[in-house]
């Protein structure tokens, strides 16, 4: 199970941090990203890490610099810190995550992570 919190309004320029505290699995060697949706838009992919260990990080190139991904090992937790927010970033945020270490060539593909948390909604004026 996958629950997402820290989700908000916020004026552009200013900041959130999103959380996603896993339970019900093996929490360490997966790879848990950050998508969003916004209306009328395919969802996608934001940032990444593979959880446990040296938490390699993944992100896009439209949040990099701005967004910040990481984890707490002992909350089996991981946090989106966003900055610089832009209301192009207004979206409904997803955590999700795989039973695998997440792959540069790949990280971004919906369709290979097979659990969803229920989404937080991220608006930015």
């Known amino acids: 199970q996958l629950v997402e919190s820290g989700g908000g309004s916020v004026q552009a320029g200013g900041s959130l941090r999103l959380s996603c505290a896993a339970s019900?699995?093996?929490?360490?060697?997966?790879?848990v990203g950050w998508f969003r949706q916004a209306p009328g838009k395919e969802r996608e992919g934001v940032a990444a890490?593979?959880?446990?260990?040296?938490?390699?990080?993944l992100y896009a190139s439209s949040v990099k610099g701005r967004f910040t991904i990481s984890q707490d090992n002992a909350k089996n937790t991981v946090y989106l810190q966003m900055s610089d927010l832009e209301p192009e970033d207004t979206a409904m945020y997803y955590c999700?995550?795989?039973?695998?270490?997440?792959?540069?060539?790949?990280?971004?593909?919906?369709?290979?992570?097979?659990?969803w948390g229920q989404g937080t909604q991220v608006t930015v004026s």
């Open positions: 019900g699995y093996t929490y360490s060697g997966n790879c």
């Open positions: 890490i593979t959880t446990g260990g040296g938490g390699a990080t």
């Open positions: 999700a995550a795989r039973g695998a270490i997440c792959v540069g060539a790949y990280w971004d593909i919906a369709g290979i992570f097979g659990y």
